[in-house]
């Protein structure tokens, strides 16, 4: 018999169905599988009620800032590169960091994102892939720093866990750069 399973992911609070093991990411947000949970073991109680200190909440408002202009960045880039690949990655990639503004935007309880000011990127590949690139190390460090200056365990497991998801995408662009 198939088994079928609702996996809930920690880090964005999306579910999904599947007929396999746990996946090794959260197909929504690229959390890693330490954070995807069997739903039938699950109580998100608090997990999104977080009470921030002015420097948490200083650091998530630059979290949710850096996540729209880089969601901006890869859907301009989606568009403009002719390589189908191009396309297809930096479209992902879209979707990943506007999941991750999400993440933000439910911790900040806002009622909606600003998907603003738009974003600039060129038509050449290896330009958006160098520029990529250059946008994940920042959100990587950022994030890192981040971490190290909460005491909120839930708003630190956020910035590590997209500490993760940002080095994977750094991994998409290197193997791509020549
Ligand atoms: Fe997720
Ligand atoms: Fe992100």
Redesign the pocket.
């Known amino acids: 018999m198939t088994i079928v399973t609702v996996w809930v992911c920690k880090i964005c609070g999306e579910a999904y169905i599947t007929t396999t093991d746990k996946p090794k990411r959260c197909p929504f947000c690229g959390a890693y599988d330490k954070y995807l949970v069997d739903s039938k073991e699950y109580d998100d109680t608090g997990a999104w009620d977080v009470d921030l200190t002015e420097k948490d909440k200083a650091n998530v408002e630059k979290g949710l800032s850096v ?1 729209i202009s ?1 969601a901006l960045f890869y859907k301009c880039s989606a568009k403009k590169v002719s390589e189908l690949d191009g396309q297809k990655l930096f479209k992902i990639l879209a979707k ?2 506007s999941e ?1 503004a999400s993440v933000w935007k439910k911790i900040l309880k806002l009622d909606k994102i600003k998907w603003e000011p738009a974003e600039n990127c060129e038509a050449d590949y290896q330009a958006d892939l160098k520029d990529s690139h250059a946008r994940e190390e920042r ?1 990587i460090k950022f994030y890192a720093q981040a971490a190290s200056e909460s005491d909120s365990p839930r708003v630190k497991e956020i910035f590590e866990a ?1 500490v993760e ?2 080095t994977d995408h750094l991994k998409l662009s290197e193997v791509r750069l020549k």
């Open positions: 996540e880089n990943v960091e991750h959100a997209f998801v940002e």
